[in-house]
């Protein structure tokens, strides 16, 4: 138990933020060139060509789609079955950050929110953001690595409906929102969606539900067809790719749900840009570490 | 949709000639600005060392490195431009720039200058970093080095592109009439969803 060696923890955390950012995963690449397909706006095929030629080339060069290397985020499960040191592996996690951006070498994106002096070693007080959660039938260590990008982070909502407001009132917030947002979030990207819990945990729902693969639905049948509904009309509105126009907005629409007060009927969007980048690993006891998305 | 291949500096009459939803590629230079770039040169009033007269400018704050004293780019991407705005009249009048090279739009008052002096808004695609850095040849200068990654880069670029015009000299604006062809289709879709 107490042979665990944590720098395994680091090493992969930094290779994580790394292969983000370099490696599309394929779910976000077959649904790029499925929208791309589908696309009918020269315009807008014109900028799908050019979005499937940065993922080529980042795979040919071993380089970064996106030079927003965002800020890190930390999706962590930590298997019961195992002693996993849980302050050892905040640290690493720290550590691991800060020596991707070192070694790669990439832009830190992380700055002071009042000074604004960037540490360049893309962490700091709060950073990287750290989810924890715990699986009781596993004995690893998964981590699910998100580099968020600013562009679609900056157009973020959240708001507090009231129960009277009804489903309605969620639906049509989701959609002003996508609208309101326009170009910036470099659409088409997932929209992630939060809904019940606390103010606080609906923006996290949102931002759990940008961590799955594209068009990987809630297994609630309710909410996967609302899914779609909302997925029917982002597309409807003809944002388009860019936000130059065109039939593809949105590669898909995720909710995640939690329970919420009696009173209370809160909903956050979380918005990600086209390339979707997140990177897997999951370590076992023994040392050995497993890759995926 | 025209297809347009130009060479830097760009002439006001190649810039006039250029419609939004039109596609460009160009050849020559291009220069690399950024917020802090821009709050240097206009607020803390510093001219800049170079003629930026017909040039293209960038909203980029690139990752570049040195090597034996040359930089060199790792990865040169493009940010939003809206946080640029109030720069970019300034820039077309007294400097000359005749393309503003960004993603997500400019305002209204960013247009008048385009329209008054001949320039344009080119939309890059977001996000598609490697692709940009794959079509610049040489990083040439860096000038305001000091301020690097929001310092005043000279990019030597190939075949740079697509651009979208986005914003012409004519008032033209794609993305605000993408948005006004959205909110004439949103009573239907609200209609469809069920929340009209």
Partial sequence: MASF?????????KQLYIRALCDLPPDVREAIKKAAARETQPTAKEVFKAMLAAIDIADEKKTLVCQDTGLPIYMVKIGTGFHWDGAEIKDRLYEGAKRATQEFPFRSSSTHPLTRVNPQTSVGQGLPVVYWDFRKEADTLEILMIPKGSGSENMSSMKMFIPADGVKALKKFILDAFVAAGSNPCPPGIIGVGIGGTADLVTRLAK????????????????????????DAINATGIGPMGLGGDISTL??????????ITQNPVAVNTQCWPARRARATIHPNGQVEHGY | ?????????????AIRQLRVGDIVHFDGTLFGIRDLTQIYMFDQKHEPPVSLKGMPCIHTAPSLKKVDGKWAPICVGTTTSYRMDRFTPPLIEKYGVRAIIGKGGLYEQSLEAM??????????????????TQQIVEVEQVYWEHLHPEALYQ???????????AMDSHGNNLY??????????????YRKLGVA
């Fill in chain 1, 252 to 261: 898909a629409v995720h909710i995640e749900t939690a329970y919420t007060h």
């Fill in chain 1, 5 to 13: 060696d944590y720098r395994i923890v680091e090493e992969t955390a």
């Fill in chain 2, 176 to 189: 605000r009439e993408v948005k006004a062809e959205a909110m004439a289709r949103l009573p239907e879709v």
């Fill in chain 1, 208 to 231: 759990e539900a940008i961590a799955r693969p594209v068009g990987h639905r809630n297994p609630d049948p309710e909410i996967a067809k609302m899914e779609l509904e909302l997925e």
């Fill in chain 2, 155 to 165: 990019f030597r670029v190939k075949d740079f592109g697509p651009l979208t015009v």
């Fill in chain 2, 1 to 13: 949709m025209a297809r347009v291949h130009l060479q830097t500096p760009f002439s006001e009459e």
């Fill in chain 2, 115 to 132: 329209k008054k002096f001949g320039a344009v808004y080119l939309a890059i695609v977001g996000g598609a970093a490697s692709l940009e």
